[in-house]
């Protein structure tokens, strides 16, 4: 038994054309779509990586913005310890005087104080008659200026015992109960001389009397007897004799 099959080949022929079209088609957009991921990505790295470029960038300028911040406050704090030091510090200030140093008193207003001629500093005339001791201190600093110092107390450093250390037959000087001194309790004066003297009082953490203004006199080029021993008593009585050595 023979069967014939009849083929359209014009049909055959189109069904093929649209099979290879449509492979075509599928393949164009794939590319198209690894173009598209290929360029999505580049822009999301270049993105980020932009982002990240300025924040680096944003915290190397916080931080030198920083460093110059605490440069400038070092340097102020700096400068404004040195004004204390040089205004307000090395001596007690009396502040009962109305002005500072250099500085006059109006003749309209005795309680206003006029800055000299030669003062190159930012303040000008002031009233201090409400002012406290630590607003003139203040002042000082800040504007340059100071008060003159206290005089210190005349020491009786020839006195023959420190101050509170009481005095016993034989020039001997024996410390207070309360003694917190590294010094030895029991000392002869009789040969130290008025350098000596100092030096051991601040070396042993020790004050001599104050002299009243009235009865000061220079002590310093007193002669003292150079054929007596001085310096720490011993418990045998016996005194060590020290010798300071410039």
């Given at each position: 038994?023979?069967?014939?099959?009849?083929?359209?080949?014009?049909?055959l022929?189109?069904?093929?054309?649209e099979?290879?079209?449509?492979?075509?088609e599928?393949?164009?957009d794939?590319?198209?779509?690894?173009?598209?991921?290929?360029?999505?990505?580049?822009?999301?790295?270049?993105?980020?990586?932009l982002e990240?470029?300025?924040?680096?960038?944003?915290?190397?300028?916080?931080?030198?913005e920083i460093?110059?911040?605490?440069?400038?406050?070092?340097?102020?704090?700096?400068?404004?310890?040195?004004?204390?030091?040089?205004?307000?510090?090395?001596?007690?200030?009396?502040?009962?005087?109305?002005?500072?140093?250099?500085?006059?008193?109006?003749?309209?207003?005795?309680?206003?104080?006029?800055?000299?001629?030669?003062?190159?500093?930012?303040?000008?005339?002031?009233?201090?008659?409400?002012?406290?001791?630590?607003?003139?201190?203040?002042?000082?600093?800040?504007?340059?200026?100071?008060?003159?110092?206290?005089?210190?107390?005349?020491?009786?450093?020839?006195?023959?015992?420190p101050?509170?250390?009481?005095?016993?037959?034989?020039?001997?000087?024996?410390?207070?109960?309360?003694?917190?001194g590294?010094?030895?309790?029991a000392?002869?004066?009789?040969?130290?001389?008025?350098?000596?003297?100092?030096?051991?009082?601040?070396?042993?953490?020790?004050?001599?009397?104050?002299?009243?203004?009235?009865?000061?006199?220079?002590?310093?080029?007193k002669?003292?007897?150079?054929?007596?021993?001085?310096?720490?008593?011993?418990?045998?009585?016996?005194?060590?004799?020290i010798?300071?050595?410039?």
């Amino acid at each position: 038994m023979i069967i014939y099959i009849y083929i359209d080949l014009n049909k055959l022929y189109k069904i093929n054309e649209e099979l290879v079209t449509n492979e075509r088609e599928d393949e164009d957009d794939d590319e198209d779509d690894q173009d598209e991921l290929q360029n999505t990505d580049f822009e999301d790295i270049a993105h980020k990586s932009l982002e990240s470029a300025e924040e680096e960038a944003t915290v190397d300028l916080e931080n030198a913005e920083i460093e110059n911040l605490l440069d400038e406050e070092i340097y102020r704090i700096v400068q404004e310890r040195l004004k204390k030091l040089w205004y307000i510090g090395k001596c007690r200030r009396d502040y009962t005087n109305i002005c500072p140093l250099d500085w006059n008193v109006s003749a309209y207003d005795k309680n206003l104080c006029i800055p000299p001629e030669k003062y190159e500093g930012e303040c000008r005339s002031i009233d201090f008659s409400k002012s406290t001791d630590l607003d003139k201190e203040l002042f000082s600093w800040k504007c340059e200026v100071e008060w003159p110092c206290i005089s210190a107390p005349k020491l009786k450093i020839m006195d023959k015992c420190p101050f509170r250390w009481t005095y016993i037959d034989n020039n001997l000087c024996i410390a207070p109960e309360d003694y917190i001194g590294h010094c030895s309790p029991a000392m002869d004066f009789s040969n130290y001389n008025f350098e000596m003297r100092i030096r051991w009082a601040n070396e042993c953490n020790v004050e001599w009397n104050t002299l009243p203004k009235s009865e000061y006199m220079p002590l310093s080029h007193k002669k003292l007897r150079t054929n007596v021993l001085g310096g720490p008593v011993e418990e045998s009585g016996n005194v060590m004799n020290i010798t300071y050595r410039n």
